[in-house]
């Protein structure tokens, strides 16, 4: 991949303090109930994360965690935002369901349109967006958590091209466990995670790929947050940051440990607002 230089554009986020997670019940393969979580320190890498974006020059705005929603931290889930329009999530468990409520009015309670959800879906779990490819183009994952109808309802709601792509791999439920927007136009995936038609599917749209492997994906190396420059990910996922910086990025490792206990890392904690 060429070395152009990787320029970082300034975000805005929504993240969920860990204060009430535990692993109180299986939902993905990455929750195991024998194994006591440490909330204390799931708090302080969660701390590290934010004052990590933020450093960086980012604004990031805070949800208040609810009693009852342990899952809640995984903030990414609650909604899909575009261009200051939001489609609103429909989580696929009873356990979560509530958690888009407490979205909802985040949103509605500030300027943004938005329009609540007929279909199952998780939000950017299952949807990113990637504003300079193609005019803006939405990639949408399906096959364990979001209903393949949500992928048109999110194409009426939002007015953007929405691809949808079919997960086969129960690790990699969510799409953003295989998948991460670099920038505007530049994707990594680890293909395996997809069906061998939407393996085709994404290399025919995206010839100059970061490729993961599946030891990358293991360790949550695709559930990255970037701001075009800059790539927060796991500390796991040390080779995957070498292939990164290959492509000319910088690397940026922060340790989410106690969070992958609920099968989440660093992009699974991180909403992105678009306006
Ligand atoms: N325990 C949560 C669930 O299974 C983890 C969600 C991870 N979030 C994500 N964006 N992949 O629903």
Redesign the pocket.
Known sequence: MSQTERLPRMRTYLMCPPDHFTVDYV??PW?DVTVPVDAGLAGKQWTLLRDTLVDLGHTVHVLDARPGLP?MV?A??GAFSVDGTVYGARFRYPQ?TDEAEAHRLFYTADTWSYASPVHVNEG??DFAYLPGAYGGMILAGYGFRTDPAAHAEAQEVLGRPVVSLRLVDPAFY?L??ALAALDDRHVAYFPEAFSPASQRVLAQLFPDAVLADRADAEAFAL?LVSDGRHVILNTEATAFGAKVRDAGYSPVHVDLGELKR???SV??VVAELRR
């Open positions: 939902i993905n929750m899952d995984y990414a889930n979560r950017e779990g969510h953003d466990t559930n609920g099968g989440g992009k699974c």
